[in-house]
């Protein structure tokens, strides 16, 4: 189930993408030859106007084939050449290669917008406005290895009592649980989570190490309530939630390529298909507004990986654009298409890569 969610996710986000590619071209008067579902070879397809529209067999993917993208002697010599894309203003094809990020920009906004007026989990303390429900305190993360992972903890999981021999605690505050845990001796906890919509008693022993100075489970606290706002208040909310995950997503790529070219990057750190499925599972199975916000931050993330300027990806594209307007002639198209060539293939190698680590971490 989890793979068909994020099939359906991914052909969701991706549609968006290529769909900003596709309008713009068009609004541009560039001639766009096919827009294609997954990646060939192809299922179904059928010709509107001057257009191919096509299902193919592998899902991971979109593609928009435009005119002239991919300079050929047709696209520049040819007699339909002054639809080429390559005949277009450096600012028109810039807002082409553009749109597909800005659709996946704008589509986060419009799923953050629409959470917000169901109802999105939001810490208690950063509430200014509208209406929560449901409150409680809520594991946020679980720390790799610690105890509480071990045990059986999720993140999502609503804390409703803990026990440690005689004592127990129930309706509680972040600092007075933390305190509850770190005070205890040899004798292990006894928590009751909330967890979809029933009950579930986990036992874990504390341990020194995982919180400074002091004993831990190891594990994230917040006090999470469903915060739902009116329209226009969710279209506010939305814009902000949105600028500040491209903003993290902005900084958290940045570091990770630093890192990289230092040689101190971690594979830990990147999730492949593999890795993105279990997540999907996770956040369908936590509710529907936990899907919407991972569904935005996807597509977020998409929006700035392809912004990055790295030949193949839409940065690396709008790179040779303002080259050219540089250096005021045309890169050759040999030159420009063995660059995305390599870039391509760069990139599938990295994402096999990425499957492998995460096949292992799976299995051991």
């Known amino acids: 189930m989890s793979f068909i969610i994020f099939v359906i996710l991914l052909a969701v986000l991706i549609l968006a993408h290529e769909f900003g590619h596709f309008i713009i071209a068009k609004k541009s008067g560039i001639r766009v030859d096919e827009f294609g579902l997954g990646f060939p ?25 435009i005119f002239g993208e991919n300079p050929d002697d047709d696209s520049i010599k040819g007699a339909d050449k002054a639809r080429s894309m390559v005949h277009k203003s ?5 807002g082409v290669l553009a749109a597909g990020v800005t659709a996946n920009v704008l589509l986060a906004w419009v799923l953050l917008t629409l959470g917000f007026m169901i109802g999105l989990p939001t810490a ?9 429900r449901d409150a409680a305190l809520t594991i946020t993360s679980i720390m790799p290895k610690s105890p509480a992972e071990q045990a059986g903890f999720r993140a999502g999981d609503k804390i409703l009592s803990m026990t440690a021999g005689t004592s127990t605690l129930s309706g509680t505050t972040v600092s007075a649980l933390q305190s509850f ?21 986990i036992s874990v022993m504390p341990i020194e190490g995982v919180v400074a100075g002091k004993k831990g489970i190891g594990v994230g606290l917040a006090y999470v309530g469903m915060l739902q706002l009116t329209p226009w208040q969710a279209v506010v909310e939305g814009f902000s939630a949105t600028k500040a995950m491209v903003e ?50 996807i597509s977020i993330n ?6 990055f300027p790295f030949p193949a ?20 198209p040999k030159v420009a298409n063995i660059f995305n060539a390599v870039g391509f293939f760069l990139l599938l190698a990295l994402m096999a890569i990425i499957t492998v680590h995460d096949i292992i971490i799976k299995i051991f």
């Open 41 to 65: 070879p192809r299922i179904w397809g059928k010709k509107f106007g001057e257009t191919v529209y096509s299902i193919n067999w592998i899902p991971f993917g979109g593609f928009v084939k």
């Open 90 to 94: 450096k600012l028109t094809q810039i």
């Open 124 to 132: 208690v303390e950063n509430v200014s406005i509208g209406y929560v």
């Open 181 to 201: 845990i770190s005070a205890q001796g040899d004798s292990p906890l006894t928590v009751v989570v909330g967890r979809s919509g029933g009950t579930k008693e």
């Open 248 to 297: 993290e997503t902005t900084v958290g790529l940045g570091s990770f390529l630093w890192n990289a070219v230092r040689g101190k990057a971690e594979l830990s750190q990147v999730t492949g298909p593999i890795g993105i499925v279990g997540m999907v599972g996770d956040a369908s199975k936590l509710g529907f507004s936990f899907l919407i916000t991972f569904a935005a931050m």
């Open 302 to 307: 998409l929006a700035v990986i392809n912004l």
């Open 313 to 332: 990806l839409d940065g690396g594209r709008i790179l040779f654009v303002v080259i050219e307007a540089i250096k005021r002639s045309p890169i050759k």
